[in-house]
């Protein structure tokens, strides 16, 4: 009875506003042809994807007959949604003019980049707070980390300057961050539930080196690009992991399909 | 052997039936020759007049025409071998000559020497073969609709005359759908009563009659006939009706140069059976005729005791909402209209020229909706459950214009038409196209061409055993909650399936076969571009279908109602549709136009699906009760519709939907009682048109997709198809259609004024609804509201409807929004609709 009182109740100003804008997903279907090209590797700004979230677990990086497979389950397997968005509202954002968007690199701290049909470009890395402990750092020439096309056996290595603009975790630092990256094609990846093919397969040997006093550092990162969605999973080593196909991951992100069966 | 064969495997022998029949009047009278016991009535005295019925008939059709001729005559109606009462043994002569020679001896037993021989239809071939066998006996002729050529031949009884197939067509078939092959016969199908109707089946019912009548059709042979006719000079009157589509005019126009002294009478606005439908006009010139040479006057037929009946004014049938100036207000199951009015062919004259019949309609729309967001703020999804005006306020309207044709066009002959479907402007919005060459909406000169769209197009061929028909066509069942073809009145959609399919009468029912293919490529185009070339043939979505029905067409159902005859038609079907493989790379949304397709494009799939449905109707004079059931098992072993990202989970469904409909004629007006179910998922949102590739919907959420794997490997809710109808607001505009829900919907319907054809009516109707799954909907709570939908409608039988539609909803806990803190508020609706039809 109540309601049928307000037939005319919702005169006026409308309760509901209006929609925020959908992220607009890219026109993009797997052609499975063994090359990513910038087209087949689009940026998607507000579409995310989840991804199972684990730390320090073992891993197997290493083909079986072609075939990665990451498809283990752990109990505690956290779910995280990423993607990319766009880099304009960070506290950071003028200082990577070049940059187009942004990812959750971990640790608190955010990946810039920008894509081009020859490369996905790292501009830079910032903490995702300002303050006394902020961090960034921004290439005066962005560094390659996908070139394009990629497929199987491509490789390169490219070097990027931290100048005296650049702060790590609040102190000054000087130095490079130079990256080795090779590619392996698979022909399928396993994650929980899906199974991804063909794969292509990419490792990184990141090395951050200061200019004077400590010596640099290392890290492997491999990670696993499928058309059009990109990036679906990732290991990280622990720092100066010295085995290429390292079997502790610091860092394992899966691609997640949904939620979990009861 | 193989005839024996064929009527054992299949339906039983059809055997002769040499004894007297069992039931005749007992005062019906008799005489044995040649072996055949003979029936006749005999009427009057003076000058002997014989009259001879058609094929499939009996003296009875003489009826109405023997108590006239009588009163100057001595008038003998003869039920010839193989039809009324007399007997059906199988070694009488059923030829014409044979017949004429059964007749005349019949004459000698009644001590008759010279006689005027009347004959109709077929028993004209009997008749001119008295006047050939014994012209000096015979005084004059007179034939009606006369079926004396072999040109007249149905390619039916050709095919019969093979021997086997001709007792297998006529065991199957001669005897089914009577009441459909009735009206063929006449011009005005109001002469077609129950009454008329029955008399044939219990006629066709009679042991023996179906062998007879094969012995007969295989005798249709009347070349030599005519050979000997050139000698015949008595005086013949030929009486046709202008409309015959059994024997047309243009027969009589040839056998009236045929003959040396045949005079052609013709009848305007009647068909095959001028006895009934020009009683008074041919009766007149048949006694006239008859009594030429013997002086009498002139009789006052049909103006004292012996009119003819008016016309049975057949009741309307009480139909779910007003009267609709559209054809066809009660739809059959599409199967069962396939062919439907070519089957009578099979008994009849081909056509002479191409025939095109042309149906359609211009509907205007027009509508107000008024806070269908329901003031209830975003969803889950941050989307409102209906669109929000750009300004905040609380009105959106729609307008809208659909232009229709359903053209068929029938070619020469016995049975062939070909049907389309074409929808010159497709609910094109109005105002929708504007012109901008003037450089913007204000200063638009009018509106830019639309496309025309055809839905349908299709072909049929009247076999000997059935229709086949091919091409694009309506599909529909029942009231149409799965296959709606959207031929409503308010329709949006409708259903159209690429298919072959058979379809057959046989023991009372239709038997269909059907074979969809729902979808096909990628394509390639052929060397010379002229066809296109499916790249994969495991990537076909297709299947079949049997169907079994039990369904009378709208003007029998009527016929029936008139009657007082309960009809009960139900029918049912079994489906089956499966898929291999796929290649999402060609349709999905998301797909660049892509043209170089390789095996990696094609993904595997396996989609197995089975569905099924029941439908029954019972109706009569005052009252109709009509529910359908669905029901769809299927799954997916391959859901994932990425090429390369295969989930390792399939995904099945069962879903059920359920509704009924009622509608009691309670002298003042029409009530009824409506429901349905259709099953629920507990998936959150409704899961009415999800998108593909949709990502899971939060619980919260309007819509989303119910399979969520791997936790949720299900899609249980079933859809009802959005052209049926059974609100405004809730399940017509916010949810989209009926699904995940349960409903009662009590309805009235009145007339307030009768104005020369057309009626105005006013109806109301109560929606109360509750989710199936309390999980699906925006609140979590079951209860989705209580709508209200008052109508006022004009219909008229000219064509013309003009419909206004009210609605407003009161929203049910399951829209209120506790993140929000705003409870649902009431949605208002107007919908204006003209139907201009034809």
Redesign the interface.
Same mark, same amino acid.
């Given at each position: 009875m109540r309601r049928a009182l307000l037939v005319l109740a919702a005169c006026g100003v409308n309760k509901t506003p209006q929609p925020a804008p959908q992220p607009q997903l890219p026109d993009c279907v797997p052609r499975r042809t063994g090359q990513i090209t910038a087209d087949t590797l689009p940026i998607a700004l507000g579409a995310t994807l989840d991804f199972y979230a684990d730390a320090n677990k073992p891993v197997d990086l290493t083909a079986q007959a072609g075939v990665f497979d990451l498809a283990q389950q752990f109990p505690d397997d956290p779910v995280v949604a990423l993607g990319p968005v766009a880099l304009g509202a960070q506290w950071y954002a003028a200082s990577f003019p070049a940059g187009q968007f942004v990812v959750d690199a971990g640790g608190g701290l955010d990946g810039i980049y920008h894509q081009d049909a020859q490369a996905l470009w790292l501009d830079g890395t910032a903490s995702q707070q300002p303050g006394a402990m902020k961090t960034l750092i921004a290439y005066p020439a962005p560094l390659p980390v996908l070139r394009f096309p990629l497929a199987d056996a491509a490789a390169w290595s490219a070097t990027g300057t931290i100048d005296s603009t650049a702060v790590i975790d609040g102190l000054p630092f000087l130095g490079t961050d130079r990256i080795e990256v090779d590619v392996a094609a698979g022909e399928q990846l396993e994650v929980p539930y899906v199974e991804f093919s063909p794969i292509l397969r990419v490792r990184t040997l990141a090395t951050r080196a200061p200019t004077t006093g400590s010596p640099a550092l290392t890290k492997r990162t491999t990670i696993f690009l499928f058309e059009c969605f990109g990036e679906v999973a990732r290991a990280e080593s622990n720092p100066d992991e010295p085995n290429a196909d390292f079997t502790t991951a610091a860092l394992l992100r899966r691609y997640a399909l949904g939620e979990e069966p009861n | 052997m193989r005839a024996a064969l064929a009527c054992l495997a299949v339906v039983g022998c059809a055997s002769f039936h040499a004894a007297p029949l069992p039931g005749a009047p007992h005062d019906a009278t008799f005489v044995d020759v040649g072996g055949v016991h003979v029936h006749y009535r005999e009427a009057g005295q003076g000058p002997a007049v014989v009259l001879i019925h058609g094929y499939g008939a009996s003296a009875e059709a003489w009826a109405q025409v023997q108590p006239y001729v009588a009163v100057h005559h001595r008038v003998i109606a003869i039920d010839l071998a193989g039809f009324g009462w007399s007997s059906r043994p199988e070694d009488a002569d059923y030829s014409p000559a044979g017949e004429a020679r059964l007749v005349w001896a019949v004459l000698d037993q009644l001590g008759v020497a010279d006689v005027a021989v009347v004959g109709h239809s077929w028993g004209s071939s009997v008749a001119l073969e008295m006047a050939v066998q014994h012209p000096a006996r015979v005084r004059r002729v007179a034939l009606y609709d006369a079926y004396v050529y072999d040109e007249q031949v149905p390619s039916f009884f050709r095919w019969a005359e093979l021997d086997g197939l001709g007792e297998l067509l006529f065991g199957l078939f001669y005897t089914q759908r009577i009441e459909d092959r009735a009206p063929l016969a006449y011009y005005d199908e109001r002469w077609v009563t129950q009454d008329r109707v029955e008399r044939v089946e219990r006629e066709l019912d009679k042991p023996g009659t179906t062998a007879a009548a094969l012995a007969v059709a295989r005798e249709h042979h009347f070349a030599e006939l005519h050979d000997q006719l050139r000698t015949f000079t008595k005086p013949v009157l030929l009486l046709w009706g202008e409309a015959d589509q059994v024997t047309p005019l243009v027969f009589g126009q040839r056998l009236a140069n045929e003959l040396s002294n045949a005079t052609l009478k013709t009848y305007p606005r009647c068909g095959h059976i001028p006895m009934v439908e020009a009683h008074v006009q041919s009766t007149r010139d048949l006694v006239e005729f008859l009594d030429e040479g013997f002086g009498h006057r002139a009789l006052g037929i049909g103006q004292n005791d012996e009119a003819p009946p008016e016309p049975v004014l057949i009741r309307p049938l009480p139909l779910p909402k007003a009267q609709s100036p559209m054809p066809d207000a009660l739809p059959l199951p599409d199967l069962a209209t396939l062919g439907a009015e070519l089957t009578p062919r099979a008994y009849a004259a081909p056509r002479e020229h191409v025939e095109v019949d042309l149906h359609g309609y211009l509907r205007t729309r027009a509508a107000d909706y008024?806070?269908l967001?329901?003031?209830?703020?975003?969803d889950s999804r941050?989307?409102?459950v209906f669109p /929000?005006?750009?300004d905040?306020?609380?009105w959106l309207d729609s307008a809208d214009l659909r232009a229709r044709t359903d053209v068929a066009v029938y070619a020469r002959g016995i049975g062939v038409a070909v049907k389309a479907r074409i929808d010159w402007l497709d609910n094109a919005p109005l105002g929708g196209d504007p012109d901008l060459a003037g450089g913007s909406p204000a200063t638009s000169g009018g509106q830019r061409p639309s496309e025309v769209v055809v839905k349908r197009a299709w072909a049929e061929a009247l076999t000997p055993a059935g229709i086949l028909a091919v091409g694009r066509m309506g599909a529909h069942f029942g009231l149409g909650i799965a296959a709606n073809g959207g031929d409503c009145e308010d329709c949006d959609h409708g259903d159209a399936a690429d298919r072959l399919a058979f379809v057959s009468p046989i023991a009372g029912h239709l038997i269909a076969l059907a074979y969809d293919l729902a979808s096909r490529g990628p394509f390639t185009p052929s060397a010379d571009g002229g066809h296109a070339i499916a790249l994969e043939p495991t990537d076909r979505a297709a299947g079949g279908t049997i169907a079994i029905l039990k369904v009378h067409s709208p003007a029998a159902l009527a016929r029936r109602a008139a009657a007082g005859i309960t009809n009960v038609e139900y029918a049912a079907y079994l489906s089956r549709r499966t898929q291999q493989n796929d290649v #999402?790379?060609w349709y @999905?949304p998301?797909?660049?136009p892509?043209t170089n397709f390789?095996s990696?494009?094609l993904t595997a799939r396996g989609f197995d699906a089975i569905a099924t449905g029941a439908w029954l109707r019972i109706t009569n004079s005052w009252l109709r009760v009509e529910a359908e059931l669905a029901y769809i098992d299927a799954s997916v072993a391959q859901p994932?519709l /990425?090429?390369?990202?295969?989930?390792?989970?399939p995904v099945t469904s069962n879903q059920l939907g359920f509704a009924l409909e009622s509608d009691v004629d309670l002298g003042s007006a029409r009530a009824g009682f409506d429901g349905g179910y259709a099953s629920g998922d507990p998936a959150p949102g409704f899961g009415a048109f999800p998108q593909p590739?949709a990502q #899971?919907a939060p619980p919260g959420a309007l819509d989303g997709p119910q399979a969520?794997?791997?936790?949720?490997r299900t899609v249980d809710n079933f859809r009802f198809h959005p052209d049926y109808h059974v609100d405004e607001i809730l399940f017509r505009e916010i949810i989209g259609t009926v699904t995940d829900a349960i409903y009662l919907r009590p309805h009235v319907r009145t007339t307030l004024l009768r104005v020369g054809t057309g009626a105005l009516e006013l109806g109301a109707a109560l929606i109360a609804s509750w989710a199936a799954d309390a999980t699906s909907t925006p609140s979590g709570q079951r209860a989705l509201g209580v709508e209200l939908d008052p109508e006022l409608r004009y219909a008229s039988r000219d064509g013309f409807a003009a419909t206004l539609d009210y609605g /407003?909803f009161? #929203?049910g806990t399951a829209f209120d929004n506790a993140t929000a803190h @705003?409870e649902a508020?009431?949605?208002?609706l107007v919908r204006a609709r003209l139907v201009f039809a034809f």
């Open positions: - | 008024y806070n967001d329901l003031d209830r703020g975003l941050g989307q409102p /929000v005006p750009l905040g306020g609380q #999402p790379a @999905l998301s797909a660049t892509a390789t990696a494009d994932s /990425v090429p390369g990202a295969a989930i390792t989970e590739g #899971p969520n794997p791997p936790g949720d /407003v009161f #929203p @705003l508020q009431t949605a208002q």
